[in-house]
């Protein structure tokens, strides 16, 4: 993409992460406060609030950009709300990305922000055989189920093992264990994860992700904004690809009982789409990539997406993990952040945290954590009911 | 006498012949089918075919992945007391090219199965009470 689709990230924040059971509006001021700090930003500077909606948070939750403009105090910005499942952040983003882009505002506040309750999420309440939703838990199908058939079926095919999942496990523990806004921060071994509980064979407790609390929230401006405030050097947003999945569907995905028919059309891969189009709207290819933030709702579902954003070949990301190549240091770093094992998922502000730490990897500002000579990072997340998306950062 | 058996979902199984299969349905335009039934519009985006008939789905598949429900769902799933873990099926259907998820049937394994495997689908009780006992779609492996 040529330098006038880019926008400039000019400042992050985040609340951390944990089960801390407050007013998931507390986090998001926090994070959004730290954001406009950071961005050296005034509040009554910012023109637009774009907000990732919670569906568990009441009417506030669904009305997440107003909501929080009114806490941080009504100034007049315009105001914008999105929801899509897990790329929710992604595509507040965009909805700011899309205004500065149309001239149309200069500088926007992007933040999402959850309190999720405990145990495994479920469905709304009722008798609802319409929605699939209901159906499949009725069914006796949970989120863990879809992860656990999609690490099996590795297994089955590609001959990982269930001692290839525990390495990510172990690889994201370590990149987490000094990230001040991780949930769990400690350095669990393959025999700890060995030892936790089956959940959905092959995976374990530990080898799924957590649902947390938490915050996160981006100041985007456009280019000229960031050059008047003389921030040439700010890390840009070269893509942010929201797309939607082409029938019919390769996989089962969350929440249906069953793919598409692929009886007279191609099947085609989703998780592989999404990615493939970021690549294409920033102009550059997985040989670019320096660091990688990825939804690893199983660890085996990280193994999924490395192949799935092109970083090795399908079916040899197992190989990538055991030569400790997707760890700090190694070829091409995956999740320094410690990723979902070590944040859990606060949905709507999960795709966002992604962007938060790309931006400090990019920066160079990432500590302990930091990915040597980082230039290009890119995102990835997918959610219920075909949404996903992928955003690349650069420098 | 024998308890009441009720559908887990009205229109989505029959027996038909001492039988049991999935009720699809099939674009009259372009042959696509569908589980769950649809029959108001085509998805395939190439198709705008408002035409659908009902078919029974194949019976037999192979299995895709596998896994099991070692925890107690949460609602709407009812559970026995205490919780008797399951296991649960994706399965590939041939002729449809679909993969169709369901449990597997009481007693089956994670260890017994393997991807591949030929399977059938066979009609099971989901949870009962005393008086009427919900019946779902299992799948069991091919003798």
């Known amino acids: 993409m040529s330098a006038d689709q880019e926008i400039a990230v000019l400042g992050i924040g985040m609340h951390p992460w944990g089960k801390w059971g407050r007013n998931f509006v507390e986090y998001g001021v926090k994070a959004s406060r730290d954001a406009l700090a950071d961005a050296g930003v005034a509040w009554r500077d910012i023109q637009y609030v774009s907000g990732a909606a919670t569906m568990r948070c009441g009417y506030p939750g669904y009305v997440a950009g107003a909501t929080f403009a009114q806490a941080l105090g009504w100034q007049g910005a315009e105001v914008n709300t999105s929801y899509a499942a897990c790329a929710s952040g992604s595509q507040a983003l965009a909805a700011a990305r899309a205004k500065i882009l149309a001239g149309q505002c200069d500088v926007a506040l992007v933040v999402g922000s959850d309190t999720t309750p405990k145990g495994f999420l479920k469905p709304a309440p009722g008798e609802r055989p319409d929605d699939p939703d209901w159906v499949r838990f009725r069914l006796g199908i949970t989120n863990p189920s879809y992860f656990a058939l999609y690490a099996r079926r590795r297994m089955e095919i590609y001959g990982d093992t269930a001692e290839d999942f525990a390495l990510v496990k172990v690889k994201n523990a370590e990149h987490g264990f000094s990230n001040p806004n991780a949930r769990y921060r400690k350095k669990f071994s393959a025999a700890d994860v060995a030892a936790s509980a089956m959940v959905a064979d092959p995976l374990r407790l530990m080898d799924i992700c957590a649902t947390s609390d938490g915050a996160a929230a981006l100041v985007v401006c456009s280019l000229d904004y960031a050059r008047r405030l003389g921030r040439d050097d700010a890390v840009r947003i070269a893509a942010i690809s929201t797309v939607t999945p082409t029938f019919a569907s390769a996989v089962v995905e969350m929440p249906d009982i069953a793919t598409d028919s692929a009886a007279v059309v191609e099947a085609q891969r989703f998780r592989a789409a999404i990615p493939a189009k970021a690549y294409e709207e920033a102009g550059i290819g997985p040989e670019d990539v320096s660091v990688a933030e990825v939804y690893d709702l199983s660890t085996a579902l990280e193994l999924d997406w490395c192949e799935d954003l092109q970083l090795c070949a399908r079916g040899a990301a197992a190989q990538l993990v055991r030569a400790g190549e997707t760890r700090i240091g190694g070829r091409i770093p995956i999740n320094p952040s410690g990723g979902l094992a070590c944040f859990g998922e606060a949905v709507p502000a999960q795709a966002l945290a992604q962007v938060c730490e790309l931006t400090q990897q990019l920066r160079g500002t990432a500590g302990e954590r930091q990915v040597a000579g980082a230039k290009v990072g890119i995102t990835a997340n997918q959610g219920l009911f075909g949404h996903g998306s992928s955003v690349i950062l650069k420098r | ?143």
Request: charged content about 25%; aromatic content about 10%; proline content about 8%.
């Open chain 2, 1 to 143: 006498m024998p308890k009441a058996q009720k559908p887990v979902i009205e229109g989505w199984f029959a027996v038909e012949d001492g039988q049991p299969h999935l009720i699809g349905t099939r674009c009259k335009a372009c042959g696509t089918y569908y589980f769950p039934r649809q029959s108001l519009y085509c998805k395939n985006p190439a198709c705008d075919g408002e035409e659908f008939e009902e078919v029974p789905l194949s019976r037999r598949g192979t299995v895709w992945s596998f896994t099991n429900a070692m925890y107690q769902p949460p609602e709407p799933f009812v559970a026995e007391d205490p919780h008797v873990p399951y296991t649960i099926l994706a399965v590939e259907l041939e002729k449809e090219k679909m993969i169709v998820l369901g449990q597997g049937i009481r007693g089956l394994q994670c260890e017994d199965l393997r991807a591949g495997m030929g399977v059938e689908l066979v009609l099971d009780t989901l949870f009962e009470t005393e008086e009427q006992a919900t019946i779902t779609w299992k799948w069991a492996p091919v003798a």
